[in-house]
């Protein structure tokens, strides 16, 4: 871990969402029990970067995505799907390839207001609040209202927006490999914890203006996702 938050791409990531390490190349992650285990530690310390996350974005956080109407559309799709697909799911249930979709497409998102946030002066403290580089942001907002045609209504078109339409390269400091891996990470894990660090992100993400939560009834925040999760 390079950088202080597993929402920054130059992190190492790749060898925890590898199913398939020798025993003889890696003896620790080579094991399928060790692997699980330092996945579950991982999780432990994805969760209080979702409590920096919340700390460092003090304009999202307190207003949501209002002010970039595309990004708010684009959760608001992400939240409609978590809807329709949580009713009558079994916790056990591996992840689907619809919701690893919605997880990657989430995750992109985060990472790159997290980048706003590095890119803004503050890549390396993320002891307290910063500023978002709304050029940034705007830039990504621009994107996502120009190419709504091409991903309205489906979460496997905004995948294919976001991943292979979007222009990554330069300042954005995107890592879409990055991405995909801390999704199938996040992918290993139960069901109920998947849905609650959705829950988190989209509970941070989709506040109202009126300080209120939009994506779901009850405050789903880091402190009660770490209550919640079951032993893996």
Partial sequence: M???????CSNQIEELSDQHLAARLHPVLGDTVNLH???????????QDVGTFRTNSPEIYSHGTSQFPAIKEALGLLKLHLRQNETGSIRQD???????????????ICIL????????????????????????????????????????????????????????????????????????VMASMTRGVRYGVE????????????????????????????SQIPPQ
């Fill in 2 to 8: 390079s950088k202080p938050s597993w929402f920054d």
């Fill in 37 to 47: 285990r330092i996945r579950c530690l991982w999780l432990l310390s994805f969760v």
């Fill in 94 to 108: 591996p992840c689907t390839e619809s919701e690893f979709t919605r997880l990657a497409c989430l995750f992109f």
């Fill in 113 to 184: 207001l997290q980048q706003s946030t590095s890119d803004s002066g503050a890549a390396t403290d993320l002891s307290g609040p910063s500023h978002y580089d709304t050029e940034l942001v705007s830039y990504f907002n621009t994107f996502l209202d120009s190419s709504r045609p091409q991903w309205h209504g489906s979460i496997d078109n905004l995948y294919t927006t976001l991943f292979c339409t979007f222009d990554a390269s330069g300042r954005t400091g995107l890592n879409m490999e990055y991405i995909r891996n801390m999704t199938g």
């Fill in 199 to 226: 829950r988190c992100l989209l509970n941070i993400l989709c506040r109202t203006e009126s300080n209120g939560f939009d994506a779901f009834n009850e405050e789903w925040t880091p402190d009660s996702l770490l």
